[in-house]
């Protein structure tokens, strides 16, 4: 052929800061745990139907998870099954949630483990009060599967196997 070629060059600094930001993940499209990820999940609330509903969305993706009904039940079980995680509600009888959350965190046996309280009460001063004391992560009432994979992969770092994106 014919024609001509051009060649130029522009003399650009280099990139500062976020160059690109992916879209917010799709966490409705989770299906399971990564393999060779684990979850063992503690779940300490005193109505049974939030447990159950916790517990449900943990099992669907092949997490373990063991319940309790109150703080004092959820330190002990934390103690004995040191799991990964614990879902902690806030007001429960016995032992609330923000005095189970500081003991387990001031003890060495369970200083590490990380803790979610989930309350329905959602008010963002007591949320940011709740994370300024021993809690790792924040969930509202009424908890949505989303949020829950969200905060899995947030707090644990853990990955997903996801379903194939709709055509």
């Not at 590490?112 to 969930?139: C, G, M, N, P």
Request: glycine share 6%; proline share 6%; with cysteine.
């Amino acid at each position: 052929g014919f024609g001509s070629t051009f060649t130029f060059g522009v003399p650009l600094a280099p990139a500062d800061g976020v160059i690109y930001e992916p879209a917010e993940r799709d966490w409705s499209r989770v299906v399971s745990l990564a393999p060779g990820s684990s979850v063992h999940a503690l779940v300490a609330d005193d109505l049974q139907e939030n447990r159950d509903i916790l517990a449900q969305f943990l099992e669907a993706i092949g997490a373990g998870v063991t319940q309790t009904v109150d703080g004092r039940q959820a330190i002990e079980q934390a103690r004995q099954l040191e799991p990964d995680i614990v879902f902690m509600d806030i007001r429960m009888p016995q032992l609330d949630g923000m005095e189970a959350a500081r003991q387990l965190k001031a003890d060495p046996r369970t200083e590490t483990i990380k803790i979610v309280a989930y309350s329905a009460s959602t008010l963002e001063h007591e949320r940011q009060q709740y994370l300024a004391s021993d809690f790792d992560e924040f969930l509202g009432k009424p908890v949505r599967v989303e949020q829950v994979y969200r905060c899995l992969a947030s707090v644990l770092g853990v990955e997903f196997v996801l379903d194939d994106p709709e055509p």
